[in-house]
């Protein structure tokens, strides 16, 4: 079985996950959210413990999966969250993997009390940034750090999701950028993903459409080379 066939190569190995979309609150029961399953962040730190690492998944909301086995969990809600959570734990490890979809924005203001319907037009929803974790993460890399972002992009063809994804691996300056396209009903709340791995120094690989657990060999694959160097 593929079990059988896993390497031990992240033996040892302290790895931070982060995992699902964060959730940006309006009142009390209301909230800005995306439609991350969490699946491939899931998928990622089950394959890593699988392979020897230890594993601590920063999971935001997902479509309810289970706890992966022989795995640390810190649940948080917003994006603001999960940056300390993500902050705390990669001062910790030696590989972080961003695999969260996280809210670009979130409401300037949240009311104490569920906003009530009126007779009146309701209010309009003003946003504000939230902090860019993974530019974040990378400027505050201890020595020897590897650190993983994904991109979830769409273009026209090919190199429309390529060029977009080459300058985000550039402006977010981590080593390695998961990239998914995405659109016409790929990668989102799917069994399948397909896409590329860009690293740092220029090497490109495409991901065969396959199974999350499949890219999330690839990914450990890659890093487990960039560690040994
Ligand atoms: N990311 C992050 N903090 C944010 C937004 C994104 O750490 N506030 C991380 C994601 O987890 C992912 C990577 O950055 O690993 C790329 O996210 P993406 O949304 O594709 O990039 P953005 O820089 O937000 O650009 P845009 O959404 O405009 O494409
Ligand atoms: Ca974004």
């Avoid at 033996?11 to 964060?22: D, N, Q, Y």
């Avoid at 985000?168 to 993903?193: I, P, Q, S, W």
């Avoid at 499949?214 to 160097?229: G, T």
């Amino acid at each position: 079985s593929r079990r059988d066939a896993l390497p031990r190569d992240l033996e040892g190995v302290r790895i931070a996950v982060s995992a699902g979309g964060t959730r940006e609150p309006l009142d009390p029961v209301r909230y800005l959210g995306n439609r991350s399953s969490g699946k491939q962040g899931y998928a990622l730190a089950r394959t890593a413990a699988q392979r020897g690492a230890h594993v601590t998944l920063v999971s935001a909301h997902t479509v309810g999966l289970p706890e992966p086995a022989g795995v640390d969990i810190v649940r948080v809600g917003t994006a603001g969250e999960l940056r300390e959570a993500m902050h705390a734990v990669s001062a910790k490890v030696d590989v972080v993997v961003m695999a969260a979809a996280v809210a670009d924005f979130r409401p300037t203001a949240r009311a104490e009390y569920k906003i009530k319907k009126t007779d009146r037009e309701p209010d309009p929803v003003f946003l504000t940034r939230n902090a860019d974790i993974l530019a974040e993460l990378v400027a505050a890399r201890k020595p020897g750090q590897v650190i993983v972002g994904f991109a979830a992009e769409t273009g026209d063809s090919g190199a429309d999701v390529l060029s977009h994804a080459r300058e985000k691996l550039r402006r977010k300056g981590c080593d390695l950028l998961v990239v998914n396209a995405v659109g016409e009903g790929k990668a989102f709340e799917t069994e399948d993903n397909s896409g590329w791995l860009l690293s740092a120094d220029g090497e490109e690989r495409p991901i065969e459409l396959g199974s999350k657990a499949r890219m999330a060999s690839d990914i450990w694959d890659s890093v487990a080379q960039l560690i040994q160097q």
